[in-house]
């Protein structure tokens, strides 16, 4: 058989774009046993969906790309989407600021599993490959051939291979020509140098910092770890960081203040906490970034997310070179994209 559209990815976008699909014949392919493993365990299980402050001044990537893809389906379309299928999250930003989490990320799973109900899903099949001829698809899974009118690649980035992350997306749009920004790890903690050992004495210590970051303001948490670094403000930082140093203020705020802790491990140090600079040796890589930025070049495809260079070929959520910060503003993407590929 023939299906008019194959999805590669079970993941937030795939996902999306089966749900949005209806009255075609459509796969779904996934190399995990189960469907959006990433949304289960995403927000501490409780699914980090959107964000209140939704505009691409939160994103890395095109601009005017990004805001005409959230415009086709933005945070209220999909919260309004989310509702109408029994699923209701709340404002919450106790972390970071707009953060709208569900009850249970398994509620949007069970959401997802009725939605795609008339789509055939191929589990457990790894993709490796992917032809075009005589305008069909052949897509070369460990298991068995499938054959396609129109592709989707919805797989994601690189990160958490634990969770069936792998390079195929990349691999299939290089295969028909893409040009692919350099992919790296990010939503992730630094590592540290020499001169900031003294953050191992620190471990476990937790203090609201601001980052100035080529002139981009990040405020929140920094954790202080026996490795290096991490919490929401240093991940949003690795975001925006590919080497040399950015500045940091211990204290930003009045009413701030330094733990003995703090002030005892700088005693000896010649330190200004309001403008301490900051280079990370590099950061924890992919096995625990939460993102990958790079990917496919956006500008080498439409604004339904179809490749250029290959008619009926699709390439919607992370493996597209878009990334945003921590705050719920991924999912928005993998679903916004995949709401603007099927207009
Ligand atoms: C620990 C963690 C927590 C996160 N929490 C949040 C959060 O709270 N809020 C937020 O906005 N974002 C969060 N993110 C980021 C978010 O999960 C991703 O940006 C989003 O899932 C991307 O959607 P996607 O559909 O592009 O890819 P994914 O959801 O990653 O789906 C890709 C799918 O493709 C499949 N696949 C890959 N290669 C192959 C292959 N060769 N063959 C077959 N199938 C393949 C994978 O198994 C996977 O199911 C988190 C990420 C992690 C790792």
């Known amino acids: 058989m023939i299906y008019d559209i194959v999805i590669i990815g079970a993941g937030a976008s795939g996902l999306m774009a089966g749900a949005l699909h209806q009255n075609q014949t459509i796969a779904i392919i996934d190399s995990n046993n189960k469907i959006g493993k990433k949304i289960a365990i995403s927000g501490g299980g ?10 691409s001044s939160y994103y890395l990537g095109d601009s005017s790309f990004i805001d005409n893809t959230l415009s086709k389906f933005n945070q209220y379309d999909l919260l309004n989407f989310l509702n109408k299928n029994g699923v209701y999250p709340q404002l919450n930003e106790k972390i970071v600021k707009g953060t709208y989490f569900c009850n249970s990320s398994y509620d949007v799973i069970k959401m997802f599993t009725t939605l795609t109900k008339h789509c055939k899903y191929y ?54 020509g893409h040009n692919i920004i350099r992919p790296n790890p990010a939503l ?23 980052i100035n970051i080529n002139d981009k303001i990040i405020e929140g948490k920094m954790l202080f770890t026996h490795k290096g ?22 204290l930003p705020y009045k009413d701030s203040y330094l733990p003995k802790r703090f002030k005892k491990a700088i005693k000896d140090l010649d330190i200004d906490i309001h403008n301490y600079t900051m280079s990370p040796a590099g950061n924890f890589g992919y ?31 992370e493996v597209v070179d878009v990334t945003g910060e921590l705050g719920g503003y991924n999912f928005q993407w993998a679903f916004s994209s995949a709401k603007a590929q099927k207009q």
């Open 123 to 176: 589990l457990n099949h790894k993709v490796i490959d992917l032809n075009y001829n005589n305008n069909i698809f052949t897509i070369e899974t460990s298991n068995t051939t499938i054959k396609a009118k129109q592709v989707i690649v919805a797989t994601g980035g690189l990160s958490y291979s634990t969770l069936g992350a792998s390079d195929i997306g990349l691999t299939i749009a290089k295969k028909f």
């Open 188 to 210: 992730v903690g630094f590592t540290v140098q020499k001169d900031q050992f003294w953050f191992k004495e620190l471990s476990g210590l937790s203090l609201d910092i601001k």
């Open 46 to 55: 409780k699914c980090n969906i959107t964000n209140k402050y939704l505009s």
């Open 287 to 317: 096995t625990k970034a939460e993102v990958t930025k790079g990917g496919i070049d956006t500008t080498e495809l439409d604004t339904n997310f179809q490749s250029i260079l290959q008619p009926n070929l699709y390439f919607i959520g």
């Open 229 to 250: 670094c991490s919490g929401p403000a240093i991940l949003t930082t690795s975001l925006y960081w590919y080497k040399g140093g950015f500045s940091i203020d211990f």
